[in-house]
């Protein structure tokens, strides 16, 4: 039984839809392709930016890094004022101390602190260690 289909049609029929897959799957590869490569670029700069952005942040020199710096900068000049005002109490009392102008109570007190002397009207508390 035919159905007035020669041989040679079917076999131009089986090329024909051979050749339309292969079209269709290479239409599908381009599609594939140009939506994949665009998309493969953007990932990889969009990894490659985060990654120096979250460095810009958190790094050795980075946002967060300044932020403690200048803390620690805070606590050092207060530290360094402390100091200052300290060190001048003590040339104020070394000044004190200068043969030009001795002052007597203090004089005394250096002294009895140094020989372990005690005056006669002074009260002495013994502190437990």
């Known amino acids: 039984m035919t159905l007035g289909l020669s041989k040679a049609k079917p076999f131009a029929l ?3 839809l051979i050749i339309s897959v292969q079209r269709s799957t290479m ?3 381009r599609r594939l392709r140009a939506f994949l490569f665009p998309l493969a670029l ?3 700069s969009g990894a490659v930016s985060s990654y120096f952005v979250w460095h810009a942040v958190h790094g050795d020199r980075g ?3 300044k ?4 803390q ?3 606590a050092l000049q207060s530290e360094h004022d402390g100091l200052k005002g300290e060190r001048q109490a003590l040339e104020r009392r070394i000044a004190m101390l200068r043969a030009e102008s001795v002052e007597r ?5 250096e002294a009895r602190v140094q020989l372990g002397r005690v005056h ?3 009260v002495v508390i013994f502190l437990p260690r």
Do not use: G, K, T
């Not at 932020?67 to 200048?70: C, I, L, N, Q, S």
């Open 14 to 16: 089986n090329h024909s």
């Open 27 to 29: 239409v599908i590869r």
């Open 42 to 44: 953007y990932c990889v």
């Open 63 to 65: 946002l967060l890094a």
């Open 67 to 70: 932020v403690e710096y200048r």
């Open 72 to 74: 620690q900068a805070a």
């Open 105 to 109: 109570d203090l004089l005394e007190e």
């Open 120 to 122: 006669r009207n002074d």
